[in-house]
C-alpha cells in the first residue's frame, strides 16, 4: 500500500503566478488535509476535505488560497498570484476513518519557493 | 492561544531514555493526546496516542496523569536516529485537525 504521495516535491515560482499542488491520499483513505509550514516552526493547519466537500477551512487564507479533492483524481492545493511570503512547505495528510480513530498518514510535502 | 507547550530542545546521549513533556492545561474532555515525530525534509510521522493512564508501543511509551493537563513522551535506549522534532497535538472538536506547536527538537549524541 504506497504511501500519502504529493507532487511535485520541489516548486519555484515567480511572484504572481500561480502554484497547484497535488495529494493523492492513501489507498482507501477519503479524509484529506493540508498543512503549511514555515521554515523553523511547527506545521499550521490548513483545511479538511472529504471528497468533494470541504469539511474545515478555517485556516486557510481568505483569498489566493482554494482547494479541493473531487471525487476522481488527487486533491489540488492552488495558489494564486504568489507572493515570497507564500514561500514554504505545504504537507498533505490522510486517514481512513472518522474521527476520534483518524491517525493521519504524512506525505513528504511540496516545497514551494516563490523568487 | 497555544494548545501544547512543550520545551523547544533537549540533548540526550546514545542508550538513554528519553522523556519529553508536554503541557494542555485546556484539554477537553473528548480530546485525545497524539505524539507525532518529525525528520527534516519529511512530513510528520506518528509515534502515539493516548486519552489517559499509560499507552505502550513498540517505539514508545505514553504518560497521562489523572488530571490530563500533561503527558510525557518516553522514548527507550535513544539512537542517532532518533534526532529529530517530536510533536505533541491534542484534539479540537471533532478531531479533525490538528494544531502543531513549535516541538521539542531532540538531540541525540554519540
Known amino acids: 500500500n504506497a504511501g500519502v504521495m504529493q507532487n511535485p516535491r520541489h516548486l519555484v515560482r515567480r511572484r504572481g503566478q500561480e502554484a497547484r499542488l497535488r495529494c493523492s491520499p492513501m489507498k482507501g483513505h477519503s479524509h484529506v488535509y493540508w498543512y503549511r509550514q514555515l521554515p523553523e516552526e511547527g506545521l499550521k493547519f490548513m483545511v479538511y476535505l472529504q471528497k468533494e466537500n470541504i469539511i474545515d477551512e478555517s485556516g486557510m487564507p481568505k483569498e489566493r488560497f482554494s482547494a479541493e479533492f473531487p471525487k476522481e483524481g488527487p486533491s489540488i492545493l492552488r495558489i494564486q498570484q504568489v507572493v515570497r511570503g507564500d514561500s514554504a512547505a505545504y504537507f498533505c495528510?490522510?486517514?481512513?476513518?472518522?474521527?476520534?480513530?483518524?491517525?493521519?498518514?504524512f506525505g513528504p510535502g511540496t516545497r514551494l519557493t516563490v523568487l | 492561544l497555544a494548545k501544547t507547550t512543550q520545551p523547544i530542545s533537549m540533548d540526550s546521549y546514545e542508550g538513554q531514555e528519553v522523556n519529553i513533556t508536554c503541557s494542555h492545561n485546556?484539554?477537553?474532555?473528548?480530546?485525545?493526546i497524539t505524539w507525532y515525530q518529525q525528520f527534516p525534509s519529511q512530513g510528520p510521522r506518528f509515534i502515539i496516542q493516548g486519552y489517559k493512564t499509560k499507552v505502550t508501543n513498540e517505539v514508545a511509551s505514553l504518560f497521562i496523569p489523572a488530571d490530563r493537563k500533561s503527558s510525557t513522551l518516553s522514548l527507550p535506549r535513544v539512537s542517532l536516529s532518533d534526532t529529530a522534532v517530536y510533536y505533541c497535538?491534542?484534539?479540537?472538536?471533532?478531531?479533525?485537525?490538528?494544531?502543531f506547536g513549535s516541538g521539542t527538537k531532540l538531540n541525540v549524541k554519540p
Open positions: 497535538l491534542v484534539g479540537e472538536d471533532n478531531f479533525n485537525k490538528f494544531y
Open positions: 485546556n484539554i477537553a474532555t473528548n480530546d485525545y
Open positions: 495528510a490522510s486517514s481512513p476513518a472518522t474521527p476520534p480513530d483518524n491517525e493521519q498518514f
